[in-house]
């Protein structure tokens, strides 16, 4: 079956500093990714989105940054963190025909900027 | 442009009371429409899901939602609320945006269900 990982699950970082989330898939070959953020009192916003290896896509213009190194990985960084970069990040995959299947998310992880 | 609107940021029902969430879409196309149910510091579980066929649809944990085309709805609702049900829902909408498929999501409705 296929899964999803997420880590770390708690993140608390100081302002100007680096970030690297990682989302790993698993049972699932060529998926595609996606990264949101979820901040509070707000919904889910999209990050960025990748359909292949190298292949990443931005939503919003903003602080971080994505890469996707293998086909089942998909990083989401920062070289230098800002109070606003505070939220929940959501990891998500889903298979090729997105639309009837849905997406699987990650169970998230809570970042703290202070 | 598509957009989903979840207009009741916060609902209060006492346990053992029906249940409805409110979700419109904005969406040129058919529409792929879904909800999610997230409990706290936790991620998203897919409760149901439309894409065509019966427009009253059966998800997970006793839950239903009927699409309505004519209402550009796709409500929420559940006959008798547990209070394992108190969480954030949130409806989305598949959009065909550049090749690629992506959700659109509502920024969500809080339930808080009363012992």
């Known amino acids: 079956s296929q899964t999803i990982h997420q880590w770390p699950a708690t993140l608390v970082q100081p302002v100007g500093s680096p970030l690297s989330l990682e989302c790993t898939v698993e049972?699932?070959?060529?998926?595609?990714l996606y990264w949101y953020r979820q901040a509070a009192g707000r919904g889910l916003q999209l990050l960025f989105y990748?359909?292949?290896?190298?292949?990443i896509s931005s939503e919003v213009p903003q602080n971080l940054s994505a890469s996707r190194p293998q086909d089942r990985q998909f990083i989401l960084s920062s070289k230098k963190l800002l109070l606003s970069d505070s939220g929940f990040y959501l990891c998500a995959w889903s298979v090729v025909r997105v639309a009837v299947n849905g997406y699987t998310f990650g169970s998230g992880t809570r970042l703290t900027v202070v | 442009a598509q957009s989903v609107t979840q207009p009741d940021i916060h609902i209060t029902v006492s346990e053992g009371a029906s249940l409805e969430l409110r979700c419109n879409y904005s969406?040129?196309?058919?529409?792929?429409l879904f909800w999610y149910v997230q409990s706290p510091g936790q991620g998203l579980q897919l409760l149901l899901k439309y894409f065509s066929g019966d427009t009253l649809v059966q998800g997970i944990k006793g839950f239903e939602a009927e699409f309505k085309r004519s209402q550009s709805s796709f409500n929420l609702r559940k006959p008798s609320v547990h209070w394992s049900d108190a969480a954030e829902y949130f409806c989305a909408v598949g959009a065909l945006t550049s090749g690629t498929y992506k959700y659109i999501f509502g920024t969500g409705t809080r339930l808080k269900v009363l012992a």
């Open positions: 049972g699932t070959s060529n998926p595609n």
């Open positions: 990748s359909v292949g290896i190298g292949q």
């Open positions: 969406y040129g196309a058919t529409p792929y």
